[in-house]
C-alpha cells in the first residue's frame, strides 16, 4: 500500500509539473522520458545506471539477457544515426529494457514476485526522470522568479571569507587538468550515486527484498524538495551575478578576481534563462549524502566517498556556482533529510523527531538570517561567520550522534513485533514437554 501510495504520488506530481511546463512554453519530464525512447537520449551513462538498479532484482542470468538486450537495441539505434546523420549517443536500449521489466512484472508476474519487479523498475525509471525532473524545475525557477538574492548570500558571505572567490581562484591556477577533474566529478555524482545504491543492493536478488534504507530515496527526496527552496529564495551564483557568465545581467564582473563591496543589499533583476538554483547547493546535498552512505562501507568506498565530497565542494565553489553559505545551507538540508528517510525505515522515535525538529529549524534560521541579517553578519565577520559554522555543526554533531544511537538499538528491538510463523500461531501455546520427559496430563 505505501509504495502503491508513492507510486501515486510520484505520477501525479509528474502529470502536475508537465503541465507547467507546458504552460511556459517547453517540454516536461514525461515528455522527455518518452522522446528518449526514439530519439538521442541525453544521458546514456545515466540510463544505463537506472538499468543496473533494475536489476538488482534480476538473476544473473536475467541480468545477462537484459543486458544482451540493452545493448541489441542501442547497436541498432546507432546504425540508424549513423546512417541518417543523428547524433551518436546511446541509453536508447537501457531505456526500453527497463520499460519491458514494468511490463514483465505486470503481466508476468504475481504476489510478492510482482511487487519485487515493479519496485525495482520504478527505481531505475525514478533515477533517470529525477534528473529531467530537476531539468524542468530549473526551467520553471526561471521563468516565474524575474529577481534574484545573489546580493544578499554575497554580503553574507563576507562573514565566511568569500569562499568562492578564494577557490575559484585556486581552481584557475590548477589550470586545464584540474578543472577538467573536478568538471567530471561534478557532473558524474547521479552517476556515483548510482554505483553505491549498486553497492547497497548487491543482495536483493538473494534476500528478495529491499533493504530499509538506502541511497537513492534519499536523492529523490533531496531532488524533490530542493528546487521549492528555489523558488523561495531564487539565487544564481557568483559567476553570473558577479561574473563573465551573466552577461548584461551582471552587477560587475568581479568573480573570481575581487570579492564584490559590502552595501546595502536589494533584489536584481535577471535573465529568464539562468537556473535559481544555489540556495541551497544540492550537489552539496547530494555529495554530504553520499558520504555519509559510505561510512558503512569498506575502507575503498568510505575514501570514495570522502574523495568525491571534497571534490564537489571545491568545484561547487571553484566554478563559481556557489556561494559558501549555499554550502552551508546544503549540509543541513541533507543530514535533515537523510534523518528522516532512515526514521521512515526504522519507525519515528523521540530521537528521530528531535533530530528532524532541529536540523529543520536551524535551516530556515539559515535562510532567515541570509535574507534579513546579511549586513550585520559582513559587519561582524569574526562573530557571524563562526555563528553559521557553529548552527551547521550542531547539526552534524546531533546527526552522528543519534546515528549511533540507532546502530547500538536495531530497529527489531525497538519497533518490531515478532510476527507468528501461521496463522494458527497468532494465539500463545504452552511449551511442549521435553524429550525423554513423561508426557502428563493437567490437574
Known amino acids: 500500500m505505501l509504495w502503491t501510495v508513492a507510486g501515486a504520488g510520484t505520477l501525479g506530481f509528474l502529470v502536475a509539473l508537465e503541465c507547467a511546463a507546458r504552460h511556459y512554453g517547453f517540454r516536461g519530464p514525461l515528455t522527455n522520458q518518452s522522446r528518449e525512447l526514439i530519439f538521442a537520449p541525453?544521458?546514456?551513462?545515466?540510463?544505463?545506471?537506472?538499468?543496473a538498479l533494475t536489476m538488482v532484482?534480476?538473476?544473473?542470468?536475467?541480468?545477462?539477457?537484459?543486458?544482451?538486450?540493452?545493448?541489441?537495441?542501442?547497436?541498432?539505434?546507432?546504425l540508424v544515426r549513423l546512417m541518417t546523420g543523428g547524433d551518436l549517443q546511446f541509453g536508447n536500449g537501457a531505456l526500453w529494457v527497463m520499460l519491458g521489466c514494468a511490463a514483465v512484472g505486470l503481466v508476468r508476474r504475481t504476489g510478492r514476485e510482482r511487487a519485487l519487479l515493479l519496485k525495482g523498475t520504478g527505481l531505475g525509471l525514478l533515477l533517470v526522470n529525477g534528473h529531467l525532473t530537476g531539468d524542468t524545475w530549473l526551467l520553471i525557477t526561471s521563468k516565474t522568479r524575474p529577481t534574484v538574492l545573489d546580493?544578499?548570500?554575497?554580503?553574507?558571505?563576507?562573514?565566511?571569507?568569500?569562499?568562492?572567490?578564494?577557490?575559484?581562484?585556486?581552481?584557475?591556477a590548477s589550470g586545464p587538468v584540474g578543472e577538467l577533474l573536478l568538471h567530471l566529478v561534478y557532473g558524474q555524482l547521479p552517476l556515483a550515486a548510482?554505483?553505491?545504491?549498486?553497492?547497497?543492493?548487491?543482495?536483493?536478488?538473494?534476500e528478495r527484498r529491499f533493504p530499509r534504507h538506502h541511497l537513492v530515496p534519499t536523492f529523490l527526496v533531496i531532488g524533490l524538495l530542493g528546487p521549492a527552496v528555489y523558488m523561495l529564495?531564487?539565487?544564481?551564483?557568483?559567476?553570473?551575478?558577479?561574473g563573465t557568465d551573466g552577461g548584461a545581467w551582471a552587477t560587475a564582473h568581479l568573480w573570481p578576481h575581487t570579492a564584490p563591496p559590502l552595501g546595502t543589499p536589494h533584489p536584481i533583476p535577471f535573465d529568464g534563462i539562468t537556473p535559481r538554483n544555489c540556495m541551497p547547493s544540492l550537489h552539496t546535498a547530494w555529495a554530504t549524502t553520499?558520504?555519509?552512505?559510505?561510512?558503512?562501507?569498506?575502507?575503498?568506498?568510505?575514501?570514495?566517498?570522502a574523495f568525491w565530497l571534497v571534490a564537489t565542494l571545491?568545484?561547487?565553489?571553484?566554478?563559481?556556482?556557489?556561494?559558501?553559505?549555499?554550502?552551508?545551507?546544503?549540509?543541513?538540508?541533507?543530514?535533515?533529510?537523510?534523518?528522516?528517510?532512515?526514521?521512515?525505515?526504522?519507525?519515528?522515535?523521540?530521537?528521530?523527531?528531535?533530530?528532524?525538529?532541529?536540523?529543520?529549524?536551524?535551516?530556515?534560521?539559515?535562510?532567515?538570517?541570509?535574507?534579513?541579517?546579511?549586513?550585520?553578519?559582513?559587519?561582524?565577520p569574526w562573530l557571524g561567520g563562526p555563528l553559521l559554522l557553529?548552527?551547521?555543526?550542531?547539526?552534524?554533531?546531533?546527526?552522528?550522534?543519534?546515528?549511533?544511537?540507532w546502530k547500538a538499538t536495531p530497529p527489531t528491538a525497538r519497533t518490531r513485533i515478532a510476527a507468528p510463523e501461521a496463522p494458527g500461531d497468532a494465539e500463545p501455546r504452552l511449551p511442549g514437554p521435553r524429550s525423554g520427559e513423561p508426557q502428563t496430563e493437567p490437574a
Open 42 to 51: 541525453r544521458s546514456g551513462p545515466l540510463l544505463y545506471a537506472g538499468l
Open 57 to 78: 532484482v534480476l538473476t544473473w542470468r536475467q541480468r545477462l539477457i537484459a543486458v544482451s538486450c540493452a545493448v541489441g537495441i542501442d547497436v541498432v539505434f546507432f
Open 151 to 172: 546580493p544578499y548570500v554575497a554580503t553574507a558571505d563576507h562573514a565566511l571569507g568569500n569562499p568562492s572567490w578564494v577557490v575559484g581562484r585556486v581552481v584557475d
Open 194 to 206: 548510482a554505483l553505491m545504491a549498486l553497492y547497497q543492493l548487491r543482495n536483493v536478488a538473494v
Open 233 to 242: 529564495f531564487p539565487v544564481v551564483g557568483p559567476v553570473f551575478a558577479y
Open 290 to 305: 553520499l558520504f555519509v552512505h559510505t561510512r558503512e562501507g569498506s575502507r575503498l568506498m568510505r575514501s570514495v566517498g
Open 314 to 380: 571545491t568545484a561547487t565553489l571553484g566554478f563559481g556556482y556557489h556561494y559558501g553559505a549555499d554550502l552551508v545551507a546544503g549540509v543541513v538540508f541533507a543530514l535533515t533529510i537523510e534523518a528522516g528517510m532512515r526514521a521512515l525505515g526504522r519507525g519515528w522515535d523521540r530521537s528521530a523527531t528531535l533530530l528532524v525538529t532541529h536540523g529543520a529549524v536551524v535551516f530556515a534560521a539559515l535562510l532567515t538570517a541570509y535574507r534579513y541579517l546579511p549586513t550585520q553578519l559582513a559587519g561582524h
Open 390 to 405: 557553529l548552527a551547521m555543526a550542531s547539526v552534524v554533531h546531533h546527526y552522528v550522534r543519534t546515528a549511533k544511537g
